[in-house]
C-alpha cells in the first residue's frame, strides 16, 4: 500500500474546502495538407477510443481514503480504463475563433475531475476557423507536476510530418519497469524507510533552519527577498467562486531572448518582468495599484529537462517568493530587481533542498489560502499575490499523426487567496502565456493580453532592443 507523499496528501484534502487542483495544457494544431479536416478530427477521436497502447502508469493512479487505509491517503492502480470516460469530443460553432476557445475552456477548466477514476480528461475540440482543432488536457496536480506534464505531452509529439498511426498522448512512452517505490513492499522494506526518514528528518531540519535563517537576513537587507507577509492586499486574495475566465497568447521567443541578453539576465527574468509589468498597468486602470510592491509566488524544479529515466511522478519542485518590482516605474530597474530576487530563491531551493523551502514557506503559505475562507476579515496580509510559473515544452516544431502543432498554452489553477495564476510555456520559437483567473475577480481578462504585448515593447524599448 503505497501512501501519497505528504504535499500531495494536503493538495487533495485542501481540495475538499476550496478549488479544483488540477493542471492543463491546451494545444492548437492544423490538420496536414490534403486531409478532409472534419474527417481528420473523426479518425483521430476514434483511434483515441480505441487504441490497444498501454496507458502512461501515472495515468492509471486513482487516491483512495477509507477505513482499510486508517484514513491515510494511498494509490490505487487501476488495472483497466474506460477511454470513453477520459476522452471527450466537444466541437464549437464552425470557423470560431479563440474567443469562442477560451470561453469553453475556462467552462471545462471550473469543472472538477471525478475521484472515482484516475484524475484526468481530455478533450478534442474542433469548429475553429482554418479547420484547425484543439486538445485540452488536464491532470490532477498530484499526478503529475507541469514540468513532468510537459514531457508527457512532448513524448507523444513527433518532429516528423510525415508519421503516422502514432499513439495517443496517453499511452506510455516505453514499457512500464516498476521502480521500487511502487513494487510490494515487506516488513524489512518498511524498517529501512523508516530509519531512512529520521536520519533524512535530521538533515532537514538543518536545512530549514539555514532557509529560515537567510530569509530572515535577506528581507532585512535587500529589497529582492520578500518576507513573510509582506505583500500588499489586493483583489487577487480573496475567496474563489466557481466560475474561471482564461485567456492566452504568444510571443516571439526571439524577442525574449534579445532582451535577455542585451540586459545580462535570465529569459525567466524576463517573462515574469513581462508579467510584472502586465499586473502593474491593469490594477493601475482599476485604480487599485498599491504602493508596495507585489509578490510573486514561484515553483523551481528539481527535474532536469531530460530526466526522462528518473521517476517522474508527483511532484518535484521548490518554492520561493519573488518581489515583482510593480511600485518601480523603469522597467529596468524592476528587470534588476527580479533577477537578483530569482537567483536568490534559485540558490535557496538548490542548497536546501525543495522539501525545505516548502516548509520554510508554509507557515506563509497556508495563512494566505485560509484567510479568504475565514467569516471575517483577517488582519493577517497576504504573503504573495500571485504565482507565476514557467514551465519547458517542446524546442523545436512538433506534430501529431501529421497535424502540426502550432500553438501550446498552459492552463493552470487558482486556489482561494490567489484568484489569478500566470504560466509560461516554452514552445520551438514562442511563448505561450496563459492567463486563469476566478471571473468574478478578473471579468476582463482579455485585457491582459494587448497589455502583454505592450510591456514587452516597453523592454524592449528600455533595453535599447530594436
Known amino acids: 500500500m503505497e501512501t501519497l507523499d505528504p504535499i500531495d496528501a494536503l493538495m487533495l484534502t485542501g481540495e475538499l474546502l476550496s478549488s479544483p487542483m488540477h493542471v492543463a495544457v491546451m494545444l492548437i494544431m492544423s490538420p496536414p495538407k490534403g486531409a478532409k479536416r472534419a474527417k481528420f478530427v473523426d479518425e483521430l477521436y476514434e483511434q483515441s477510443l480505441t487504441s ?116 495517443p498522448f496517453y499511452a506510455a512512452s516505453a514499457p512500464a519497469d516498476p521502480s521500487p517505490q511502487h513494487r510490494r513492499r515487506g516488513p524489512l522494506s518498511a524498517m529501512r524507510e523508516v530509519a531512512n526518514a529520521a536520519t533524512s528528518g535530521l538533515s532537514l531540519a538543518r536545512h530549514v533552519a539555514a532557509a529560515e535563517l537567510a530569509n530572515i537576513v535577506g528581507s532585512l537587507t535587500t529589497p529582492s527577498v520578500a518576507p513573510p507577509f509582506g505583500a500588499p492586499h489586493t483583489r487577487f486574495n480573496t475567496k474563489l467562486g466557481s466560475r474561471r475566465a482564461f485567456a492566452a497568447t504568444s510571443l516571439d521567443h526571439n524577442r525574449i531572448r534579445a532582451i535577455q541578453q542585451a540586459a545580462g539576465v535570465t529569459g525567466n527574468d524576463v517573462v515574469t518582468a513581462l508579467v510584472a509589468a502586465v499586473l502593474r498597468s491593469w490594477l493601475a486602470e482599476q485604480d487599485e495599484l498599491p504602493h508596495q510592491s507585489l509578490v510573486a509566488l514561484c515553483p523551481v524544479t528539481v527535474r532536469g529537462r531530460d530526466a526522462a529515466g528518473s521517476d517522474r511522478h508527483g511532484n518535484q519542485f521548490g518554492l520561493g517568493m519573488c518581489p515583482l518590482g510593480t511600485s518601480v516605474e523603469d522597467p529596468v530597474q524592476r528587470l534588476n530587481l527580479i533577477h537578483h530576487a530569482m537567483a536568490n530563491v534559485k540558490h535557496q531551493v ?80 514562442k511563448i505561450g502565456v496563459g492567463y486563469v483567473a476566478d471571473r468574478d475577480v478578473v471579468a476582463s481578462i482579455d485585457d491582459l493580453i494587448p497589455l502583454t504585448e505592450t510591456a514587452l515593447a516597453e523592454l524592449e524599448a528600455a533595453v535599447g532592443v530594436t
Open 350 to 429: 538548490a542548497a536546501q533542498g525543495p522539501g525545505a523551502m516548502l516548509l520554510v514557506l508554509m507557515p506563509a503559505i497556508l495563512p494566505t489560502v485560509l484567510s479568504p475562507l475565514l467569516p471575517f476579515t483577517s488582519w493577517v496580509r497576504p504573503s504573495y499575490n500571485v504565482p507565476i510559473s514557467n514551465v519547458p515544452g517542446p524546442r523545436q516544431q512538433m506534430y501529431y499523426n501529421g497535424a502540426r502543432v502550432d500553438e501550446i498554452y498552459p492552463v493552470s489553477t487558482v486556489y482561494d487567496g490567489m484568484a489569478l495564476n500566470v504560466t509560461l510555456c516554452s514552445y520551438a520559437d
Open 52 to 167: 490497444s497502447d498501454p496507458v502512461d502508469p501515472r495515468l492509471r493512479r486513482r487516491p483512495h481514503r477509507g477505513v482499510d487505509t486508517g484514513g491515510l491517503w494511498v494509490w490505487r492502480e487501476e488495472a483497466e480504463l474506460d477511454p470513453r470516460h477520459h476522452v471527450q469530443r466537444r466541437t464549437l460553432p464552425r470557423g470560431s475563433g479563440t474567443a469562442a476557445l477560451w470561453e469553453l475552456v475556462s467552462e471545462l477548466h471550473a469543472e472538477r475531475l471525478d475521484r472515482s477514476a484516475p484524475l484526468w480528461m481530455a478533450y478534442l475540440i474542433d469548429g475553429l476557423a482554418g479547420g484547425r482543432f484543439a486538445l485540452y488536457i488536464k491532470v490532477h496536480h498530484i499526478l503529475i507536476d507541469g514540468v513532468a506534464g510537459l514531457q508527457m505531452i512532448g513524448d507523444s509529439l513527433s518532429d516528423d510530418p510525415d508519421r503516422r498511426s502514432m499513439p
